[in-house]
């Protein structure tokens, strides 16, 4: 399965920038691509004002939705919509709700954001409340390939969240952002490699890049990491798209002394993870795995098993 994931320098053009991941899309398509990611705000990009006064659209109608069904049905490719300010009971603000499209165009399920970006980095005031109602819950879609586990941005310096997706056995966490550059050049690789190795799965993380509004500027670096944290694909800056083959089928081999309880239930949701004792572990288990993990008990159990 390849999973692909769209950066953009959006602006505040809709057209203009429909037309731009409409390009990018078919780019994916043209490469293979399954599913493939847009990034947050990605058909807008501009003063918060205006998005609530002029672009916010109801649930499944509006330009925007439209949109990108009609490309997943033209293409036939699933479609994650990173971002899309769709209209809530608060008049003056919207859910930035991201959209899961399969290759009908049919809309699979959405998340809306839940952690808001409301803080002060070098001066800057951000308060994304100020124009955004947080979401509730995660939500996690199960796709032909994989199950993906929905989030957005900001989201992920929260890593609850993704503990919870975990639990529901996802296989792909999914991260469209609009990181911006003081934090994302401190921060950004580090988190999404951490989100990776801790939930052992993988990450595909959408950026927006560049210069935009006013004097807000965007850090990039799109990028798709395994769950061993190593980094697939990765575009800096630019118009363009990261994409690479997604393998479940391998393994993480997990070798203990001992099956204690709190490893099991850390572990029993975990797809492409095997937890195995010492004193069980056999050749078939060591060919099909790609990563394997000792404890240091374990390695004294294999060593009295093999060496006397």
């Known amino acids: 399965m390849k999973f692909a994931a769209v950066q953009m320098n959006s602006n505040d053009s809709v057209d203009d920038n429909l037309l731009l991941s409409g390009s990018l899309i078919r780019q994916a398509k043209e490469q293979g691509a399954d599913i493939v990611l847009l990034p947050e705000n990605f058909a807008f990009m501009g003063y918060p004002k205006q998005l609530v006064e002029e672009i916010m659209e109801d649930y499944e ?113 999914t991260l469209p952002s609009a990181f911006n550059e003081e934090t994302g050049l401190a921060h950004w690789e580090t988190l999404l490699s951490s989100r990776a190795i801790e939930n052992l799965s993988y990450v595909v993380a959408s950026a927006q890049w560049g210069k935009h509004y006013g004097s807000r500027r965007t850090y990039g670096h799109s990028m798709i990491i395994n769950a061993w944290g190593e980094i697939l694909d990765q575009l800096d800056t630019g118009d363009g798209i990261v994409i690479c083959d997604i393998d479940l089928s391998q393994k993480t081999l997990i070798i203990v002394s001992e099956k204690t309880e709190i490893l099991k239930l850390s572990t029993r949701n975990l797809k492409n993870v095997e937890l195995i004792l010492a004193s069980n572990l056999n050749t078939l288990s060591l060919l099909k795995a790609k990563q394997i993990i000792l404890t240091p008990l374990a390695i004294n159990v294999i060593k009295e098993m093999y060496c006397g």
């Open 61 to 173: 109608d509006g330009p925007i939705q439209k949109t990108i069904s009609n490309l997943a049905r033209e293409l036939e490719i699933w479609v994650i919509a990173g971002s899309v300010p769709v209209i809530s009971s608060t008049a003056d603000r919207s859910f930035a709700r991201s959209i899961v499209y399969d290759d009908q165009g049919k809309v699979v399920n959405y998340y809306d954001k839940i952690h808001l970006f409301d803080v002060e980095v070098e001066g800057k005031q951000y308060n994304e409340s100020s124009s955004i109602v947080p979401g509730e819950q995660p939500v996690a879609v199960k796709t032909p390939w994989c199950n993906i586990g929905l989030s957005i941005c900001y989201d992920v310096r929260f890593p609850e969240l993704y503990r919870s997706y975990s639990d529901m056995g996802i296989d792909v966490l």
